[in-house]
């Protein structure tokens, strides 16, 4: 008699959800009347790409398209495939094509890791309709497909999960007698429950593999109900979702930047956190913060940009994690700056005339005459120096001719811009 164990499939697998009906999160996106629900149902569906972050379902959404279309479901990931298994997969969609009348429905998990080269070898099975072609990304399309690609799918936008969507499938999951953990009569109150959906941080994946261990910690206490250490081994830490390169760095960052700019010190503080305990690298952060001091703050404050420029050399100097308080000092003193912009307006205006109008040559008074040639041919004569004058300005003009009047930088009357006189 066999004595091998049966090797059961996660639990985050045994609970996805077989029908639209099942299925937790992305109400509006799957509402009644709604584009894609009325794709599914009419069973018309066109290529489409499911963006959104980890554990939110674009996996087991596509799954129950296939399973709710006509249609063959084949699936590969772009991590282990390349144009070589792409053409086989199509020959082969375009012999049952041929056959049964039937589309393939092609689902490529993590879409965005395929090259150019091989998000071209689509292109022609998508247009001839070969092919229904559902990616799945965490990567903002915008950046990550080819515009030759792109502009033949559709777009789909999954969020991430809310506290009450990741409670409902916890309580699911433990109640379930056939795929979940209804049998071992497991006991969690909701407070337990929250706190693991909490960590989860909109990641249903997450929860499940959280309340699975858990569940293994009470098997081995042999006890049905769960304690607080069974939830924090289970739990280890919150999961800060980040990627260095990719949409929640770019998210946070902007979200750092604006609220600062907003002159919220609590939510600069929030998003500053979020960044540091992700693992991002400070320097990126205090660079982001020197930039600010110029965009945002500019004459308003002028000893920002030389705050900014200390916090960066001491975050360089002391490392972290010591440097994280240097950095919220950094940031709560320039939320509170007076801000302006006007120098970042001066210069854009400066640049625009710069490279979008003809290039000027330098007035001859404005130009040093070294040699007696120079000071023959004009270079120099009708210079003003501005320290011979009490003013210490002179009324000489240093534009180009053609840029006469030309005014680019407008003083707030924010700190000490408003201080600045102009002529």
Not at 300 to 325: R, S
Not at 398 to 410: D, F, H, S, T, V
């Amino acid at each position: 008699m066999s004595t091998a164990k049966v090797i059961q499939a996660p639990l985050a697998d045994r609970m996805r959800p077989r029908t639209l009906e099942e299925f937790v999160g992305q109400a509006k996106l799957l509402a009644q009347g709604s584009v894609l629900r009325q794709m599914i149902e009419q069973d018309e569906l066109s290529s489409l790409v499911l963006w959104g972050p980890p554990g939110v379902g674009k996996t087991t959404l596509a799954r129950v398209i296939a399973g709710q279309t006509n249609s063959r479901w084949v699936s590969f990931s772009a991590v282990t495939s390349g144009i070589k298994e792409i053409k086989a997969v199509m020959a082969e969609a375009s012999a049952f094509m041929n056959m049964e009348v039937r589309r393939t429905m092609l689902f490529v998990d993590e879409f965005h890791r395929f090259n150019k080269a091989q998000q071209d070898a689509f292109l022609p099975y998508v247009e001839n309709g070969t092919i229904v072609l559902v990616g799945a990304t965490t990567e903002n399309p915008s950046f990550e497909i080819n515009s030759a690609l792109l502009s033949r799918l559709k777009v789909f936008v999954l969020n991430e999960l809310s506290l009450d969507e990741l409670l409902t499938i916890l309580h699911l999951a433990l109640e379930d007698q056939e795929r979940g953990l209804g049998k071992l009569g497991l006991i969690a109150s909701d407070d337990q429950l929250r706190l693991l959906a909490t960590y989860a941080s909109g990641d249903a994946r997450t929860a499940l593999n959280s309340l699975e261990l858990a569940a293994l910690m009470c098997k081995k206490h042999g006890t049905s109900e769960m304690s607080q250490d069974d939830l924090k081994q289970a739990v280890q830490q919150a999961v800060l979702k980040y990627d260095k390169a990719g949409e929640y760095h770019y998210n946070l960052i902007s979200a750092l930047h604006k609220s600062v700019r907003n002159s919220d010190v609590d939510a600069s503080l929030y998003w500053l956190a979020r960044m540091l305990e992700s693992g991002e690298d400070p320097l990126y952060i205090a660079r982001r913060l020197v930039r600010f001091a110029s965009e945002d703050i500019g004459l308003a404050a002028p000893q920002a940009l030389n705050y900014a420029v200390a916090t960066m050399q001491a975050v360089d100097f002391i490392g972290l994690p010591e440097g994280k308080l240097a950095l919220a000092q950094a940031v709560v003193y320039l939320a509170l700056a007076p801000k302006s912009n006007a120098v970042y307006k001066a210069y854009q205006l400066a640049a625009e005339d710069a490279l979008n109008t003809v290039q000027h040559a330098v007035p001859l008074h404005l130009r040093n005459a070294p040699t007696v040639l120079m000071k023959e041919l004009g270079y120099a004569q009708g210079y003003q120096y501005a320290h011979d004058f009490e003013s210490g300005k002179t009324n000489m003009e240093c534009l180009p001719a053609e840029l006469k009047g030309r005014k680019y930088y407008r003083p707030t009357q924010h700190g000490f811009e408003g201080k600045i006189e102009r002529s």
